[in-house]
């Protein structure tokens, strides 16, 4: 069962917010309760019910659950978390959002699509969920901004996972490449197993084939008549990622006081050698990485994903 939740981001803007998990049996369903507050609404395939209370993982009725918070990364959307969400939810209660500009969320055409906006965002969807304190999981560009959130509120934050970001300046060239990039994309594709079979076979800059990569962006490509285009606009993904692509982020990341674990596919775009770094600049820092993973190491390897922070978070947020 999927469950939205909309939630007010900075500037007024509506967050898509969405719980992956069954509500436990003879329970109270009623993060639907808490939608219908926020003005939730319930897209094809998605349930919304009556209730009052917030739902509870097994096991944990007549006490709050602690929360987690889902961050996808740029061009990804909250149902790139689901599987991760479900296994949370025997414990926690995870809720994975779509940023602003993708997904569900509004994609305002002038934005802003800044590292401030983003913050503000998921602080206030940390807050509106009554989430706090929690633990905060991001991927890529969302887990940049969750070290952002954890240095700027730590009274919110109480548990950090960072997979497979960068806290070094990536710089121009970098900026290009994806310009470029954006620019071969064979749009608009007919089916999606021309999605899949491009972005998993095709695409020049892989270097092998990769059927979870095919499967991740089948996922944010929507049907227009003329065929499958991207859900989101080329044009505000690379607006969003200028905002922190020409900067490091290593102050930042020296500021977070929580336990934080540095995780990384062995293949993907953070080197073992700046991941210990990394580790080393943070005050709680713990490092793991995942075997034949790449940058999407939850959808590369889930469960070697699951293996490592699962542990980590039993230890770092109590489920009681």
């Known amino acids: 069962m999927v469950r939205r939740i909309n939630v007010t981001g900075a500037g007024g803007i509506r967050l898509a917010a ?3 998990a069954d509500p436990p049996k003879g329970s109270v369903d009623g993060a639907a309760g808490a939608a219908g507050a926020s003005g939730a609404e319930a897209p094809a395939g998605s349930v919304v019910r009556p209730g009052g209370e917030p739902s509870r993982p097994a096991g944990t009725q007549g006490r709050r659950p602690p929360g987690v918070l889902l961050l996808h990364g740029l061009m990804g959307r909250a149902s790139h978390w689901a599987e991760t969400a479900r296994w949370l939810s025997g414990r926690y209660r995870s809720v994975a959002v779509d940023q602003r500009g993708h997904g569900r969320s509004d ?7 800044d590292r401030e906006a983003y913050v503000e965002d998921a602080e206030a969807a940390l807050e509106q969920l009554d989430l706090p304190p ?6 890529s560009m969302g887990a940049l901004t969750a070290w952002q959130l954890a240095a700027k509120r730590p009274d919110l934050v109480q548990a950090l996972v960072i997979s497979d970001m960068r806290a070094s300046a990536l ?3 970098s900026q290009r490449e994806w310009e470029e990039w954006f620019k071969s994309w064979p749009v608009p594709f007919a089916t999606l197993g021309d999605v899949r079979r491009w972005f998993g076979e095709e695409d020049p800059i892989l270097e092998r084939t990769n059927p979870s990569r095919g499967e991740f962006f089948a996922e944010v490509m929507a049907e227009r008549a003329d065929g499958w285009r991207p859900a989101f606009s080329p044009r505000q993904m690379l607006k969003a990622r200028e ?12 500021q977070v006081q929580c ?3 540095v995780v990384r ?10 991941a210990q770094e990394m580790v080393r600049v943070l005050p709680r820092g713990i490092y793991a990485e995942v075997q034949d993973a790449g940058h999407l190491v939850h959808y590369d390897q889930p469960e070697g994903w699951r293996r490592v922070v699962e542990p980590f978070l039993q230890h770092a947020l109590p489920s009681g």
Not at 134 to 139: C, D, N, P, S
Not at 265 to 274: H, M, N, V
């Open 18 to 20: 969405w719980e992956f």
């Open 107 to 113: 994609k305002p055409g002038d934005g802003p699509y």
């Open 134 to 139: 929690a633990a905060v999981i991001g991927h």
């Open 171 to 173: 710089g121009d060239q």
């Open 243 to 254: 905002t922190w692509v020409y900067d490091a982020h290593w102050d930042e990341l020296a």
């Open 259 to 261: 336990p934080t674990l």
């Open 265 to 274: 596919g062995i293949d993907g775009e953070l080197g073992r050698a700046e």
